[in-house]
């Protein structure tokens, strides 16, 4: 009989979007001419640029065309693309050459396989609140995970502390779920940490493009020993609209080196192994997101979503509500008022205005008492939505 790995056991079932939506479906039942608002979308909703959907078009043309069809590509991402993401990079004055860019069909999938690299013997470092497949892509693995505390007194951005062990340690900024950003000391603390001890870190930076204050680091790379202590996701998901299109990239520093092994030449040959690259239609998009037409056109609906991130935090601080995000961010994480818990909050915004958001004890243990909201959906909806909170809490 084939024997099981086990750990899948431990990874709870994700009930979380599935309790909302049952929850979201019976009031609709009951409250038919009500409009409901749906802040808890963790999806982009404005379309592709024109830029990318004319790369999309010419790009599937060669591949009806015998003289420009093209096959298998290169595993670890076409040069014009790495080159265009590299030049991304030095834009904001990081230097990356193309082979450290290995080019995915999005970050999710690299931040769940990065896995493979490490040996189970290794403590993961997790942050709590977290975003899930960090926890349970280790958990599937039966890996030893350390949570370490997001709070307010330390804004949902832990650090390193006196007696703190891991090998691993995953972070993201800005963050999902709670919006917060790290700045340059406390991102500067994570890397002397991993430089001390030999630690690897997991950046996540797929929300990168809404990042705004100059002083607030974009990549992890922006910190000095940075390229010697870690790895960094990235996605075009958010920055250009491509949850549906798929195409991420995972930067590799040559210099990432343990055990004398380099992480870099591991994982090309752990792609070269498990998987075929992004398709050249999908990689000839993602290029063009990188011109400056491109460039011009997605920031366009990065500072639509800015502005309703900007009109929910104005409106949170005009009602004296706590929260983290929502500046540099897309993700506005809020404590519930009246000492309420996550989903009390949830059913009292649904009973009593329809605005549904995401309760925040999905998302971990520490994430109880406070509440997700987003800016993904329309302005107008989004200006609406804050009326209602308003109306409801004042
Ligand atoms: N990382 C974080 C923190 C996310 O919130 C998401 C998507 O919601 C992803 C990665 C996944 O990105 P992709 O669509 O590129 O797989």
Known sequence: MAALNKNYINVSESYLFSDIAKRVNEFVK?????????????????????????????????????????????????????????????????????????????????????????????????????????????????????????????????????????????????????????????????????????????????????????????????????????????????????????????????????DGMSLNRMWLRRQTTKFNGVSYVVQKGAEAVFTIEGQKAVKENIEYYSGNAKLIADTLTELGIWFTGGINSPYIWLKCPDGMKSWEFFDKLLNEIAVVGTPGSGFGKCGEGYFRLTAFNTKENTAEAMRRLVGLLK
């Open 30 to 258: 009951n409250n038919p001419d009500k409009k409901l608002i749906k802040m808890g979308i963790g999806d982009v909703t404005r379309p592709l640029v024109k830029e990318v959907v004319d790369a999309l078009k010419t790009a599937s043309e060669e591949m009806g065309d015998s003289a420009t069809f093209r096959g298998y590509g290169p595993e670890q991402g076409y040069a014009f693309l790495r080159d265009k993401i590299a030049a991304y990079y030095a834009g904001y004055g990081v230097e990356i050459s193309s082979d450290e860019i290995f080019v995915s069909d999005g970050a999710k999938s690299d931040v769940g396989n990065i896995t493979d690299l490490f040996s189970n013997d290794n403590i993961i470092i997790i942050p709590d609140p977290v975003y899930p497949v960090y926890l349970d892509s280790n958990l599937m693995l039966g890996r030893n995970i350390k949570l370490i505390e997001g709070n307010e007194r330390n804004e949902f951005m832990p650090v390193p502390y006196e007696g703190l062990k891991g090998d691993i340690i995953y972070l993201c900024s800005p963050n999902n779920p709670t919006g917060a950003v790290y700045d340059r000391a406390r991102l500067e603390a994570w890397v002397k940490f991993a430089l001390d001890s030999g630690a690897v870190i997991l950046f996540d930076a797929a929300y990168e493009c809404f990042i705004k204050d100059k002083s607030l680091p974009r990549s992890i790379y922006e910190i000095a020993g940075a390229k010697e202590c870690a790895i960094e996701f990235c996605s075009l998901s958010k920055t250009a609209g491509f949850t549906g299109t798929r195409c991420g990239y995972t930067v590799i520093p040559k210099s990432l080196v343990r």
